[in-house]
């Protein structure tokens, strides 16, 4: 099944401690980004890349990283969580832009 | 920047009443737009995109360019329809630029 898979779903961490959240798609799919939606502010962009080892800031990159070591994977880092960064976070890949994106589930972090 | 802006954070209509979302845009050029839905937050779901004018669960969305406008548009709302609704663009063919979203409630 062509997919968008984000791991884990749920994550509870505490302030500093160094997390990552997989995301990674089966459809060879050119293009992939980092969203993160909060009420009343709807999704904003974190990074997204084009290519392999091509990335680049989206609205909101204070406070991640990203890699794109492989065509596939396109892991969201957190070097220092901090509390603000508690949101719902949706991964997304596309083939080609003028097809809109195909999302994953979501993980929903807290930072305490 | 180009900006995609959804007037109404809530709709309320009853079933069977005509819906309406808005969705604007900021000028430039041929733009690309899409209308995703949103479940009980599960994730984005693509419903409709301006290039093919298909027809998804009854919505429709024409773009104006005179108007910069893409509103979704359905004839008779249904309980199922309830959903947040993002309006997008595609942003230089790199991204995906999104609305802050509608919140759709139907009621009986």
């Not at chain 1, 990674?24 to 502010?41: A, F, I, K, T, V």
């Not at chain 1, 957190?78 to 809109?100: H, K, R, V």
């Not at chain 2, 009443?17 to 937050?41: D, H, I, M, T």
């Amino acid at each position: 099944e062509a997919q968008v898979t984000q791991n884990p779903r749920y994550l509870i961490t505490v302030t500093g401690k160094k997390l990552t959240v997989t995301c990674s798609q089966n459809m060879n799919h050119e293009y992939m980004s980092w969203y993160r939606q909060d009420p009343g502010l709807g999704l904003r962009q974190i990074y997204y890349s084009m290519n392999v080892e091509v990335t680049d800031k989206g609205d909101v990159p204070e406070g991640y990283k990203v890699s794109r070591k492989e065509k596939r994977n396109f892991p969201l880092i957190l070097e220092s969580p901090s509390p603000n960064q508690t949101s719902l976070y949706f991964c997304a890949s596309s083939l080609d832009m003028m097809y809109g994106y195909t999302f994953g589930s979501g993980t929903r972090l807290t930072v305490v | 920047a180009q900006r995609v802006t959804q007037p109404e954070k809530l709709l309320s209509v009853f079933k069977g009443a005509p819906v309406e979302l808005k969705c604007n845009y900021s000028y430039s050029g041929s733009p690309e737009l899409f209308w995703y839905v949103q479940y009980s937050r599960q994730r984005l779901q693509l419903l409709l995109r301006h290039i093919s004018r298909e027809s998804i669960k009854g919505f429709t969305a024409d773009l104006n360019k005179g108007e910069t406008s893409f509103h979704l548009k359905k004839p008779f709302a249904q309980e199922e329809d309830s959903a947040m609704y993002y309006c997008a663009r595609n942003q230089a063919g790199t991204a995906l630029i999104f609305g802050k979203g509608t919140t759709l409630s139907v009621s009986s």
